[in-house]
């Protein structure tokens, strides 16, 4: 993770309301929101359609503008600034979108040229930055083509090119990968994740799905109605999700804990004892858990379950059937509660 220090965008008891539409009440997009982004860190905005995060992130390069409170960018209050100050904060920001939102006229060289043309930049240094950054998002052979024949992929490389343009200091991708299959979606995810370690950009992701905070998110902040209702370090709030909607997201993300049908199905097959042990960087892996089992004579048979990476650590749980003699699972399923969370399922006949 790169050294993240100061907090590069600050909200101070932000809010937007929104007037109602016609002679529905107004809208509080964002309500109060206080939350520190640090300076090179990849920081995950995740909530349901509606919960405020788009209007949360416009609040950063002041494309809405607070209604109360204030954001705080590279220590310059917006709230404060006019139009004409707000330019050079908004030129440090680069933002990418869903639906890509290139331009179908101009060819790829053309739309990633387009920030530096507005920004005056003279012929020659505009060239040589765009070879730069078709070269960096792996587009290079592209430069000459036209959006229209590029696979969505390719087109949000465009995109993030294109934000990059202009050097930005932080880097906002609103649902970028949404419309992506898994596949592209992972390769996105890759190169949001260069930005941020080889540029030192700060990202600010935006997201409905828990599985982008999983890949490079260090730092999540969950929305609901416009508010935040968690914010913690990744692996932190996957392992130890404290409100319901995270907890919602999380088993969403990791799938790795039986449901009660899958659980049903595992004891016809099964007739042992049967309990989910969590495996997490702390806890352990799965080897001190065979070893736990093996001191206390027991056999572990691993029915369900999966490890997967939390901001690149070891996360998740497997659903073991133990089987021994006399009291020795029971004492094994005590050992291993001294190491880390254990769902006993019991027994099918228990
Ligand atoms: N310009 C606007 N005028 C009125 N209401 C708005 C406006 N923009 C957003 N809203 C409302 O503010 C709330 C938050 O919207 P926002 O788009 O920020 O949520 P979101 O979490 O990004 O959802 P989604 O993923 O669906 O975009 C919603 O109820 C939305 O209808």
Not at 20 to 47: C, H, M, N, P, S
Not at 146 to 173: D, E, F, M, W
Not at 187 to 200: A, F, S
Not at 207 to 218: L, N, Q, Y
């Amino acid at each position: 993770m790169p050294a993240a220090t100061g907090s590069i965008i600050r909200f101070e008891g932000a809010s937007k309301v929104f007037p109602g539409r016609g002679k529905g009440a107004e809208v509080r997009a964002v309500d109060e929101v206080t939350l520190d982004i640090r300076t090179g860190e990849i920081f995950g905005v995740i909530g349901q359609s509606g919960a405020g995060k788009s209007t949360l992130v416009r609040l950063i390069n002041a494309l809405e503008r607070t209604t109360g409170g204030d954001v705080v960018v590279d220590g310059l209050s917006l709230g404060s600034l006019s139009e004409a100050r707000l330019r050079p904060v908004r030129a440090g920001i680069g933002m990418v979108f869903q639906q890509f939102n290139l331009l179908a006229s101009r060819t790829v060289s053309g739309n990633v040229a387009y920030p530096l043309e507005v920004a005056g930049w003279p012929r020659a240094k505009r060239d040589a930055r765009v070879a730069e950054l078709l070269d960096f998002v792996g587009l290079a052979d592209k430069a000459g083509v036209y959006p229209s024949t590029l696979s969505g992929g390719q087109k949000q490389r465009v995109g993030i090119a294109r934000a990059l343009a202009t050097n930005p200091r932080i880097l906002l991708a609103d649902e970028a990968t949404s419309a992506l299959d898994p596949e592209t979606t992972r390769d996105v995810l890759d190169l949001l994740q260069r930005v941020n370690r080889e540029l030192g950009i700060t990202v600010v992701v935006i997201t409905h799905e828990m599985d982008v905070v999983r890949s490079i998110c260090h730092r999540v902040a969950v929305m609901e109605r416009g508010r935040v209702v968690e914010v913690g370090e990744a692996y932190q709030v996957f392992s130890s999700p404290r409100h319901d909607t995270t907890r919602r997201f999380v088993a969403l993300a990791l799938r790795d804990r039986p449901s009660p049908e899958v659980l049903a199905r595992l004891r016809t097959r099964h007739s042992g004892h049967i309990v989910t042990v969590g495996v997490d960087e702390v806890a352990g892996s799965s080897a001190v858990l065979t070893r736990t089992l093996r001191e206390h004579g027991v056999d572990g048979t691993v029915v369900y379950g999966g490890i997967t990476e939390v901001a690149e650590r070891p996360y998740g749980s497997l659903t073991v059937e133990l089987v021994g003699d006399g009291g020795s699972v029971e004492a094994a399923v005590a050992a291993l509660r001294a190491l880390t969370w254990v769902d006993d399922h019991g027994r099918a006949d228990a």
